[in-house]
């Protein structure tokens, strides 16, 4: 009893002040990241000039990122782990120099890869996941979060054209990015269409999935983790516009057929990575429903064009056709990374193609049976952060109208900067025209005429991209028939004075570089 008193007595003296402590830190941080995303507004006003604001640094410094090589940075960093507290000033320390040699995202400049910036409620969202710090993997522990993702989903299944009359079971499910929702469609359309492989595995079949010569690689991926084989992952030849050719998916399906094999799972594209193509649903469709196979539509880069109905009619004409979808708000919209859904027609075949009885952590099953409220029985892993969360306060801040309005000025902005380099003199664009997604693809060429040596094509615009990160741009390339080319993604934030400046940035490094 004495032992109790003392324990007593100890807490009584001590209370908890966990909050004054997060005030304190939070109040401190706030002092280092409000500069750091009002620098990026700053800078906007100079990126006409084909230069961001010069920052003094330990090298060729703007606000978009002073940039070293890894192993100057990690010096630069001073990473080593302390034996001792370091308490706030130890904190902030460290997390001035990750501020100080980041990427600003939050720069115009930064055009690099399929997302950028995140915005105000974006940053909201996040502190309050991390305030809240659950599980989002069965109702017990995350019962809002459960409703919310539950809600959210639902609403972007409707969106795609799963409506309540036609698919009453329709919905989804929160994923860790489009790669690991193309995956998860992966195993479900196996175990839907050959329910024995989900105990037995792939047994004597020798499963072929098809996928766009344009397509990601997360198909590849997911064929080596679950013991397909990369190899019998076919690609599906394209068009000049870079769409899957619905007489050649079906040319392979049946060859594969006539091998031995058993083709099962189709991935089409909404947005593929490079030229932004968007495949022929309708007519997929078609020979998806002859042969008994499962349609998978990536929509991780493209489909958040569903907001927008007159983007939605043009490039999504069918998508409602589809088995499953995967869909990426955080690459398009500026909901924080990470976000990303796989929708389907039928969410009871999720549950049962990924479902496993586990009475340690599923408790609802009974209670609920039709409602699948433990969602992490719907996915390959346990550990779930409620990531919808972030979507469903960005809907409720801004509305469904503002996404429509930001895919329709992102695509005006595209339409702009493609523009700009055919007026130039010294620019040759690649890809379809218009332009299916939001990014941009050319090569420089002085007086517009393009050399015949592939590789070094390839050098000039490896070179001109790497000189124009110390100017504040960063833009992407990607491999072409004629060597490498500019991929420069834009969104509906992106201002048109940036993309004149970069133009005329490119003209200077290229002038600069001897080219």
């Known amino acids: 009893m004495a032992g109790n008193s003392t324990v007593d007595a100890n807490s009584a003296r001590a209370p908890l002040n966990r909050s004054d402590e997060v005030k304190e830190l939070l109040d401190a941080i706030q002092d280092l990241i409000n500069p750091f995303i009002r620098s990026a507004d700053e800078d906007a006003q100079t990126k006409h000039t ?20 890894p192993q100057k940075l990690e010096q630069l960093l001073r990473l080593e782990v302390p034996q001792t507290r370091g308490g706030k000033e130890g904190l902030l320390e460290i997390v001035e ?27 909201a969202s996040e502190l309050l996941l991390a305030v809240l710090n659950t599980n989002a993997h069965v109702y017990q522990v995350s019962p809002a979060l459960t409703l919310i993702e539950k809600h959210t989903t639902t609403y972007l299944a409707h969106l795609f054209g799963f409506t309540p009359a036609t698919h009453p079971h329709a919905g989804g499910i929160s994923q860790p990015g489009g790669s690991a929702a193309n995956s998860s469609a992966f195993v479900i359309a196996r175990n839907t269409l050959f329910p024995s492989t989900k105990t037995d595995g792939n047994g004597a079949h020798v499963f072929t999935i098809f996928t766009s010569a344009h397509g990601h690689y997360s198909l590849e991926k997911a064929a080596q983790m679950f013991g397909i084989g990369s190899k019998h992952v076919v690609s599906v030849p394209v068009d000049a516009a870079g769409q899957m050719l619905p007489a050649e998916l079906e040319r392979l399906v049946v060859e594969s ?20 193509s968007f495949d022929p649903f309708v007519p997929l469709s078609t020979i998806c429903k002859l042969h008994n196979l499962w349609l ?35 690459k398009m919209l500026g909901v924080p990374m990470t976000c990303s859904f796989l929708l389907g027609a039928d969410l009871r075949q999720f549950h049962a193609a990924l479902t496993l009885p586990a009475g340690y952590l599923f408790h609802n099953a009974a209670a609920y049976p039709a409602d699948m409220y433990d969602l992490a029985d719907l996915t390959p892993q346990c550990g779930r952060r409620a990531d919808s969360l972030k979507m469903f306060l960005a809907l409720q801040y801004y509305g469904a ?17 493609l523009a700009l380099v055919k007026q130039h003199g010294d620019f040759v664009a690649v890809g379809p025209e218009p332009l299916p ?8 060429a002085r007086g517009g005429r393009l050399g015949d040596d592939v590789e070094e094509n390839g050098q000039v615009t490896a070179a001109i991209a790497a000189r124009l990160i110390s100017r504040g741009f960063m833009v992407d390339y990607s491999p072409g028939e004629k060597g490498r080319f500019f991929r420069v993604v834009v969104n509906g934030g992106t201002g048109r004075s940036t993309l004149e400046g970069l133009v005329k940035g490119i003209a200077e490094v290229a002038a600069q570089l001897g080219y």
């Open 50 to 69: 084909g230069h961001g604001l010069a920052v003094p640094g330990g090298g060729p410094r703007t606000t978009l990122v002073e940039h070293h090589p």
């Open 257 to 276: 057929k006539n091998k031995g094999g058993t083709p099962f799972f189709v991935n089409a594209t909404a947005g593929t990575t490079v030229l932004g």
């Open 401 to 417: 109208q503002h996404f429509s309005e930001l895919v329709g000025r992102a695509y005006d902005n595209a339409e702009y900067l």
């Open 296 to 330: 998978h539509i990536d929509g991780s880069w493209g489909g958040s064009v569903v907001f927008n109905s007159q983007y939605r009619r043009t490039r999504l004409a069918g998508v409602e056709l589809a088995d499953s979808i995967a869909v990426t708000p955080h």
């Open 97 to 123: 120099r990750v501020l100080k040699y980041s990427v600003n995202t939050w720069d115009l400049g930064f055009m690099d890869k399929l997302y950028g910036a995140t915005n105000a409620v974006g940053v």
């Open 437 to 444: 997604c939001l990014q941009v693809c050319f090569y420089f």
